[in-house]
């Protein structure tokens, strides 16, 4: 089984829907991110959560929110869908008791479509 | 505030060829520095790392990196390519201290031929 795992894998939805993605890990891991993937983009970060009350915004936060609902378990919900909204997204978590490197453990990523 | 730059977005070899990959950072405070591999359809793992101990980082599958503060990079090499290492490959960097997340650079695809 996989170490983080995102629900749903696959999702088409329509304009205006609200949309949840969930994320959960038993790698017992303090911090957990949303990424999200565009083609030529790379990966840019939606938000993060370095511990249950702890909550930060990345650098496209913007018609994104996000739940903390416990240390292994990181919505992120878009409360209006719109077509550009459409990507790859991806859950990753980080251990503080490591390194602090800051090093990130994906999960398989949930492919939004928008229509 | 920290960026990366990945100089190419495709990258073409033949197999057996070395692989050169590019990635350029920006830092106001010591880096620690990333590689990423992405095999289509798959999430992103690890492929190497460094956080300020050698310069020279080897990781999986024969790939390596060297860090160069002087030149502010991090390129990643392989000797020999294969053909299992056609994916997608990412730079990454952090700040060196508490309550950092990754931020990645656009990517490069490396293409492998016969």
């Known amino acids: 089984d996989a170490d983080v795992t995102q629900t749903p894998r696959n999702r088409i939805t329509k304009t205006g829907k609200r949309i949840m993605l969930e994320c959960s890990q038993t790698?017992?891991?303090?911090?957990m991110y949303w990424y999200r993937q565009d083609p030529g983009l790379g990966l840019r970060l939606i938000y993060y959560s370095f511990d249950v009350k702890d909550i930060n915004k990345g650098e496209i936060s913007d018609g994104y929110s996000v739940s903390r609902q416990a240390q292994a378990k990181f919505s992120l919900s878009l409360e209006s869908a719109i077509p550009n909204q459409t990507a790859l997204y991806f859950c990753?978590?980080?251990?503080?008791?490591?390194?602090?490197?800051?090093?990130?453990?994906f999960g398989e990523g949930s492919r939004l479509t928008v229509l | 505030a920290q960026s990366v730059t990945q100089l190419g977005s495709h990258v073409s070899v033949s197999e057996g060829a070395l692989v050169l990959l590019r990635c350029n950072y920006s830092s106001s405070v010591p880096p620690y520095l990333f590689w990423y591999v992405q095999y289509p359809n798959q999430g992103l793992q690890l492929l190497l790392k460094y956080t300020s101990a050698a310069t020279l980082v080897k990781g999986i599958n024969g790939f390596e990196a060297e860090f160069k503060k002087s030149e502010t990079s991090f390129h990643l090499t392989k000797p020999s390519a294969h053909m299992s290492d056609a994916a997608e490959y990412f730079c990454a960097v952090s700040a060196s201290q508490a309550g950092t997340a990754l931020i990645f650079g656009k990517g490069t695809t490396l293409s492998v031929s016969s």
């Open positions: 990753a978590t980080s251990d503080l008791r490591t390194l602090n490197t800051g090093e990130l453990f």
């Open positions: 790698k017992g891991h303090d911090r």
